[in-house]
């Protein structure tokens, strides 16, 4: 039998803290979902996607409201999702964001799928789920809403989407639904999406998190300050390499795009001090994986984002092989 589908318990907390705000009861929908508090404070806590299910169906059966999901969303902001949603607010471009969302969004949940579907002249952002949600009105609408509102934060700007798509029958009043996206409505659709034109994917992100550069830049100087004036190409693609990681794109063709050389040249220079870019790469990556693990803020799969694995299992077999223990248990002893 298969491990079942799962997401961060901050999952769950995003949507207690907002229903708690609209004045459903906390402890009661934490009860029916069959989760604790204590559950949800661990940073590593995957929680099944079953009990997220639930929390919908307690909170649906509790509020009357029919635009429960749109009143969720709309006050939902980019951190809140931990550190995939911080680097959101580290990434250049509304673009670029929302590539980085839909590369790493199974961070966040398994089953959450954020996809690109690009034109020339615009892109489409599509949103899935698993199915025991995917056909819940409040449930599509809070994704909907909150994904715009989260674009909107990183502009700084109150886009307004070419269309957008809902996955159920169009109901009876919809101008609540006008007021916020501001854009034409599709409903009965294949699809959970919304169109962004290309002008606005090219917006530049214009939130900035003290807390998240302050704390990459801790980071970094903890491990990277013997670099010193960084006088060899081995120190300087260290340092090209941390800023680019969460980017996902680490090839020697990036880094030596940074550096202003072909890739052949950083090749040669690199073999001339007796290293390869492979090598370079996951030097520092063993190097960064232990004081990361060692704050107790960050999730075992976020550390694997910001070390530019493409999944958490590559993350934990490196780990293991580094140090001869996994991720999870180095964390326990360094408690």
Known sequence: MGRQPSGLARLALVHLDETTRVGLPRADLLREAGLSEEQLRDPDARIPLSAVARIWQATISRSPDPMLGLRLGVNVRARQFGLV????????TLGGALERLARYSRIVSDLLVVELEASAEATWVRLDVQPALRALRPAADARLAALVAVCRELSGTPIAPLAVEFPYRRPGDVKDYEKFFRAPLEFSCLCTSFLLGREDLARPVVS???????YLERLAEQVLSALGAERTIHD??????????????????????CLGLSPRTLQRRLREEKTTFAAV?????QEMAQPLLRDGRLAVSEVAF????????SFQRAFRHWFGVSPREFRRRAA
């Open 85 to 92: 949603g911080y680097t959101l607010l580290f990434s250049r």
């Open 208 to 214: 900035s998190d003290d807390a998240l550069t302050g």
């Open 306 to 313: 910001l070390l530019g694995y493409e999944d958490v299992t």
């Open 236 to 257: 300087q693609v260290r340092r090209i390499l941390w800023q680019e990681m969460t980017e996902g794109v680490l090839s020697v063709g990036r880094a030596a795009r």
């Open 281 to 285: 790469l996951a030097e520092l990556r």
